[in-house]
């Protein structure tokens, strides 16, 4: 099926139970309505299986470790979600990915994702300390700028790569414009972050035996970057979220320079993927759904509120996070012992049937809408997802505007990971349209 013939998306029950397996490659090859079928035959017959862990082969200082349960039903990743004290996040049990990953990672990848409290009570309340109302509205600023800039770089050329040029450019313009990384450095930041979380992906890292040293290589750049950076925001404060960051203090206490490092690239992995992949998706189905398009199109506004959560549902750009059981419990109605894994199948449980009315269906006015893409309620859920929501709105607001009929002219190519549903590449035609005038 191509996407511009029939894009309604049906999940095909191509696999039997036995046969499904979502620690191999060769799965997150198959089509999504494939992908889909077999998540709906999860949910139904085995919501909480065991699988093997991922074969890592023999990539140097990758272990696997154990197995995982993997939870595919919305009430069990929600439970896990809001128990922090039965299902861990802590770098020392493990962390959040489904590998667990070498001991030199912690330096530049564990910042609160991979905290439990008190520590991750701890920087979230310095780092939010940071989002001042008056950094809000800076942030707000670089968003609507952001979005013009995209469309400028574009407009007049009638064809682009809707991917490359405009949903990858424009959430790192704003992160970067947030933290004062100055625009040389864009590219610099970009190819890095790809490397961390596109890893899997021979375009991003070419040789697999080299994935840990990659992104371990990408992670000390980055938080090279930002030590930099520190240090001169130390000497001469700016109105960055940086030089407030240096000086932001929480019961008397700061951020260390590896804090604020390893927060920084955070930032660049979680904020910059993911709000790549929502945009991009959502347009692949606006496009395939020209009649939601055309309701939104028609009342922006009215539909803003909805049509933002049902991109995130439908995209649903982070698949899973892992948690670590903290002792014998049961969830789903499967016993787990201390120390096992549980993965939490986002995707899975943003179309759970029990949850969701016609969860194949895009539905831009879909109320009640109790999606989990931002991750579940509980301490970890998303930091940034009221700042996705504002770039998701005006960048759609600004192509609705200033390119009506932009639309892709061929199939994305879809990045091969199991951990971010994302797209790398999709052309798109457009009637060329004039700059802005700021
Ligand atoms: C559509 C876009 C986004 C999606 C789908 C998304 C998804 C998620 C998910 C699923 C989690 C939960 C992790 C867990 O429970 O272990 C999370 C956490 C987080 N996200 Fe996002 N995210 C998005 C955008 C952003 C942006 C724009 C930023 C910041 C600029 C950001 C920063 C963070 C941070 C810092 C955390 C960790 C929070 C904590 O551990 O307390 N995210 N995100």
Redesign the pocket.
């Known amino acids: 099926m191509t996407l511009l013939e029939d894009a309604a998306l049906e999940p095909v029950r191509e696999l039997g139970l036995d046969e499904i397996n979502l620690s191999e490659q060769s799965f997150w090859e198959l089509s999504e309505e494939t992908r889909e079928g077999a998540f709906a035959t999860l949910r139904e017959q085995r919501p909480v299986a065991w699988f093997e862990a991922p074969d890592v082969g023999d990539i140097p200082g990758l272990e696997a470790g154990s197995g995982y349960w993997a939870l595919t039903r919305h009430a069990d990743v929600l439970e896990a979600?809001r128990n922090p004290e039965l299902f861990s996040?802590d770098s020392s049990r493990g962390g959040?990915q489904m590998i667990d990953l070498p001991a030199e990672y912690s330096e530049f990848f564990t910042s609160?994702?991979s905290m439990d409290d008190p520590r991750?009570a701890r920087l979230?309340g310095l780092i939010s300390a940071g989002f001042t109302p008056r950094m809000l509205g800076r942030i707000e600023q670089a968003v609507e700028r952001a979005a013009r800039e995209v469309v400028d770089s574009v407009i007049e050329k009638g064809e682009c790569d809707f991917v490359l040029d405009v949903a990858s450019p424009f959430?790192l313009m704003i992160?970067c414009d947030m933290m004062g990384i100055p625009r040389s450095q864009l590219d610099f930041v970009f190819d890095r972050s790809n490397i961390i979380l596109g890893a899997g992906d021979p375009d991003y890292v070419a040789d697999v035996q080299d994935m840990v040293v990659a992104q371990l290589t990408a992670g000390a750049e980055l938080a090279q970057l930002m030590e930099e950076l520190r240090t001169e925001r130390i000497a001469r404060p700016t109105d960055d979220i940086t030089s407030v960051l240096v000086n932001a203090e929480v019961d008397g206490e700061r951020l260390t320079a590896q804090e604020l490092s390893s927060f920084f690239v955070?930032?660049a992995v979680?904020?910059n993927e993911?709000?790549r992949t929502?945009i991009s998706q959502g347009f692949k189905a606006l496009h395939d759904n020209p009649d939601q398009k055309r309701l939104w199109m028609d009342d922006f506004d009215g539909l803003n509120a909805t049509a933002i959560e049902e991109i995130?549902r439908w995209a649903t750009?982070?698949i899973h996070?892992r948690r670590t059981v903290t002792r014998d419990t049961v969830i789903g109605g499967q016993a787990v012992k201390e120390g096992d894994k549980v993965v939490m199948w986002?995707n899975s449980a943003n179309r759970d049937e029990d949850v969701f009315e016609r969860p194949f269906d895009f539905d831009l006015a879909r109320s009640p809408n109790e999606h989990l893409?931002?991750?579940?309620p509980?301490?970890?859920?998303?930091?940034?997802?009221n700042?996705?929501r504002r770039?998701i709105t005006v960048l759609f607001r600004e192509l609705f505007s200033r390119m009506p009929d932009i639309r892709p002219t061929g199939d994305p190519d879809r990045l091969l990971s199991f951990f971010i549903h994302g797209l790398k590449r999709m052309p798109a035609e457009f009637t060329p349209g004039a700059l802005s005038a700021s």
């Open positions: 979600s996040s959040t609160m994702i991750h979230r959430p992160i955070l930032l979680a904020g993911t709000t929502a995130v750009p982070v996070f986002y893409g931002f991750g579940g509980g301490p970890h859920f998303c930091l940034g997802a700042l996705a770039e």
